[in-house]
């Protein structure tokens, strides 16, 4: 018997439940709001109340799907299992298909005098532990089937596979030395988890973006500017939400079914051009 192959069987997320961390701002309120707006129940969730409350609105306006926030601060175990028992107590399913962690945070200093708990302690916390403790497996694994598994999308980024910690993304003589490792950790996390969770049929995989208009890349984009910023891409732009949203949204579907244990770059093209190995120039 012939499969559906057909976009609404093969990428639809209607009627799914998805909890995205960070998802107030930047990356993670792109992600939500595809799901949103294809059809998904979403809760968000982040330290920034208002920022929550903000963009739960702007969700709920798009719809046909729904959005809720959940405020919580993922810097340590405490604060995740905070979180997973107030989803416990607003969604009455105990069901999620779909968990993206995007909670990030970074830290630049010079590397001589880089500091220990914020430096260090707290961007390994939130980029790395958090994502190891918002597991949430018997939600993920409840009813999940082969051709439809629970989905682990953590977001992770293009510094994971680079040496250069001072970029420009930070001032001049100062590195983001522990995000850049937090980042490498996560990818081969989400390869570990990905091993382990297979058999409860649960697919984990990673997107890496590269440069996207963030609060986090704020910097770059008000030091040299945009022009310059896209002067290093081949593709002669940077990231956009659709961009990462079409990912997330493919993860997320029965058409990624078979795919995990994937560290999906998202960047144009400019990991590769970096390193040599792609076209410096555009054609």
């Known amino acids: 018997m012939a499969q559906d192959l057909s976009i609404q069987a093969l990428f639809s997320v209607r009627g799914k439940i998805a909890l995205v961390t960070g998802g107030g701002t930047g990356i993670g309120k792109s992600i939500a709001s595809a799901l949103v707006q294809n059809g998904a129940k979403v809760y968000i969730a982040a330290r920034n109340e208002s920022q929550l409350k903000e963009a739960a609105a702007e969700l709920n306006e798009r719809g046909p799907g729904t959005a809720q926030y959940i405020v919580a601060d993922l810097s340590d175990k405490a604060g995740v299992d905070a ?3 107030a989803l416990s107590a607003i969604e009455p399913s105990h069901k999620l298909h779909i968990l993206v962690n995007n909670s990030g945070v970074a830290w630049g200093a010079p590397l001589d005098n880089f500091p220990e708990q914020k430096g260090w302690d707290n961007v390994m916390a939130v980029n790395l532990k958090s994502v190891f403790y918002c597991a949430l497996l018997p939600w993920l694994a409840k009813d999940s089937t082969t051709l439809d598994p629970g989905r682990v999308i953590n977001i992770s980024s293009v510094s994971g596979f680079s040496p250069h910690a001072e970029d420009v993304v930070s001032a001049k003589g100062n590195g983001t030395y ?9 990818n081969h996390l989400t390869s570990v988890l990905a ?25 770059a984009y008000k030091t040299i500017g945009e022009n310059a910023i896209t002067a290093r891409q081949p593709t002669g732009r940077f990231g956009m939400p659709s961009d990462v949203a079409g990912v997330a949204l493919f993860l997320s579907s029965r058409a990624s079914a078979h795919v995990t244990g994937e560290h999906i770059i998202v960047d144009g093209g400019s990991t590769l051009s970096s390193q040599g190995i792609a076209p410096q120039s555009r054609l």
Request: with cysteine; hydrophobic share 50%.
């Open 83 to 85: 979180l997973i028992s």
């Open 195 to 219: 091993v382990k969770l297979a058999p409860q049929l649960i697919t984990v995989n990673a997107i890496c973006p590269g440069m996207f208009p963030t609060k986090m890349t704020a910097f």
């Open 178 to 186: 522990s995000y850049n490792v937090s980042k490498a950790a996560l």
